[in-house]
């Protein structure tokens, strides 16, 4: 019998893929890809029959329903699930993955509101089961400098933090095309994506959150918002709409290998819409955001997130006791699951799909001395600027030095979220919001920072 680690995917969407990839590629010979479990059974069967074409001697593996969750697990002999359906789900499979005796791994974020997390937290505890969240943005080589400066005590103690993320009118405006739209699903931006972001905050500066107060609201996107700036043609979908097919916002699926494969022939199973209009209705998401956030270090932050900027990317600076560390750096945006990605990417940058080469500029200055530019390693392979890959190794090849604690685990994985859930509970209240008050950690606090 092999001794390969064996893993299940629940979750066929378009993320599933960076791990199914990796088990399938370089991390084959010591681990194994055994199960597939969705809702769909048509993804299931597109990856099948798509790796069936793309891997040298693979062999279609079994798939499985939700209600069937458990029986995988036993049937397959699983030892960890890697968890990547939609958001308001992680909870459950995560949980039930540990109550069944198996490791997991799970797409960010953790989850999406205080009670599934607590659920989380109590449920590790409970089982003694390890749950590692995947933050591919610790690993990319400029935030892992960042790191590396602020932790060698470049700039002294971090007193304070302006964080700006920017999405673009591409990346930006796919998250009000599909599942993300609605907050009962993915937690909003504030949950979804900038959990990515709060993340890192509490790694650079290795605090937690402890304070929280935020404004938002749907500024640019959503119906009423497009009728204020004069659009008179609306659709509710883009596939099969004339009006659609016209709009610079619209996603055509049809051409689309990956897209119409995963979703457009899909959704006769499960109704689910992937290429719906950024200006229709239904929409209870935020688009442009402004939080405060103070840490247990004493540390306060100023964070910002726009989801329909003509350019795509983040600028961040630190106030230190001895000085001023900047970061900025423009990204390529994507749209997710779609085949047109590598195009983009090889568009922008006239190489391989995947090379990073994205402008960046790292700052260093000290009180009373000159700027320094840092030079930054650059990475050739994967997404989140090199991250991926590095992140890939950690999670499938455990065991490398890591003086910089990149691996995050589910306390982490809750820190990150916290400061999004308590944004969307000041959205709606006006009022901060203390962490401590959100869950009840079954163990010491302490993240992996």
Partial sequence: ??????????????????????????????????????????????????????????????????????????????????VTSKDCTHHEYICRAMEAGCDAISEKPMTTDAQKCQQILDTQVKTGKHLTVTFNYRYAPRNSKVRELIQAGEIGDVVSVHFEWLLNTKHGADYFRRWHRDKANSGGLMVHKATHHFDL??????????????????????????????????YERCHGSEVGLKDP??????????LKGLYLDAEHEDGYIRDQSVFGKGINIEDDMAVMVGYQSGATMSYHLTAYS??????????GTKGRLELFCQESAYVSGSDDDHNFARNVSGGSPYEVKEPTQLVLQHHWQKPILIDIPQSNAGG????????????????????????????????SIL???????????????????????PEPEAACV
């Fill in 1 to 82: 019998m092999s001794d390969r680690k064996r893993y299940a995917v629940v979750g066929l969407g378009s993320r599933s893929a960076m791990f199914t990839k990796a088990l399938l590629g370089d991390y084959a010979e010591k681990n194994e890809l055994v199960a597939f479990c969705d809702v769909n059974q048509t993804r299931m069967d597109y990856y099948n029959n798509k790796y069936s074409q793309e891997v040298e001697g693979y062999k279609p593996v079994a798939t499985y329903k939700p209600d069937q969750f458990e029986k995988m697990i036993a049937e397959m002999k699983v030892d960890t699930v890697i």
């Fill in 201 to 234: 905050v509490n790694w650079w500066i290795g605090s937690q959150p402890a304070k929280v107060f935020a404004l938002g609201g749907l500024k640019f996107y959503g119906q009423e918002n497009a009728k204020a700036r004069g659009v008179t043609e609306f």
């Fill in 249 to 258: 916002f619209g996603l055509n699926m049809e051409n689309n290998k990956e």
């Fill in 310 to 319: 003509p350019w795509e990317g983040y600028r961040v600076a630190f106030n």
């Fill in 384 to 415: 989140h600027g090199g991250g991926d890959a590095k992140l890939l190794r950690d999670v499938f090849e455990p065991g490398t030095p890591d003086p910089l604690k990149h691996a995050a685990s589910h306390v982490d994985g809750a820190m």
């Fill in 419 to 441: 400061t999004g859930i308590a944004a969307n509970i000041c959205f709606q209240t006006g009022q901060p919001v203390d962490i401590p008050s959100l869950v009840k950690f």
